[in-house]
């Protein structure tokens, strides 16, 4: 006797090959949603990283903040310009000057070495940027302010309205990033003296 052999109709193939696309487009778009998903998560993580690590630099410095004249410590709310001391890797270290301000959506740190005599002859002739350069701490950055307190029985002021003759008790630097809120940075100054106006 004879075996009967059966093969697939056309119909059949074709309903097979139509399911089989509808399984491969269902992974092929799970995988791209995935890779999106992972790539956004990943540049959020990359964006708190940075954010954090600033956060961290600027506790260390301002805390070292030092004021040895009447411009050592300014801010007109967008902007701070402190005197500290600078950790240098690969070089000597020193009393630099540090000025921290938002540009072009980025907030961005520059430096400038301090005279040799300490004398401080004025923000407008420090000659920024010529022994290190500039950092760009992170991007992402809508806005920038800055706010200090000046005694602990006084109010925050803000910046601009600051009339800063010693160092303040503590600073508030507050961030608006772009989709990721962040908490003020409060900084307590360790050469605050607490002498009254």
């Known amino acids: 006797m004879r075996s009967k ?3 697939m109709t056309l119909v059949e193939v074709m309903i097979a090959s139509v399911i089989l696309s509808i399984i491969t487009l269902g992974l092929v778009t799970a ?19 940075a ?9 260390h410095s301002l805390r070292q903040a030092i004021f040895p ?9 967008q902007e701070l310009i402190w005197l500290a001391p600078l950790d240098r890797i690969g070089s000597a ?6 000025r921290l301000q938002r540009e072009e959506g980025s907030l961005v740190l520059h430096f400038a070495s301090q005279s040799e005599e300490g004398d401080i002859e004025g923000v407008d002739s420090i000659a920024w940027d010529e022994t290190i350069k ?19 029985d006084e109010p925050w002021i ?21 989709g990721a809120p962040w908490p003020p940075l409060v900084v307590t ?9």
Request: glycine share 10%; no cysteine; hydrophobic share 40%.
């Open 69 to 77: 004249g009447v411009e050592a410590l300014q801010t007109d709310g």
């Open 5 to 7: 052999q059966k093969g």
């Open 134 to 152: 500039p950092q760009r701490l992170f991007e992402g950055l809508n806005g920038f302010s800055v706010t200090l307190l000046q005694h602990p």
């Open 189 to 197: 100054l360790d050469a605050y003296q607490g002498l009254r106006r």
């Open 31 to 49: 995988m791209r949603t995935f890779a999106g998903t992972y790539a956004a998560a990943d540049q959020l993580s990359s964006k708190s990283l």
């Open 93 to 98: 270290g020193g009393v630099s000057w540090h």
């Open 158 to 178: 803000s910046g601009d309205d600051a009339d800063i003759t010693s160092l303040p008790n503590a600073l508030k630097l507050e961030f608006d990033l772009d």
């Open 51 to 59: 954010v954090r690590q600033a956060v961290y630099f600027l506790r």
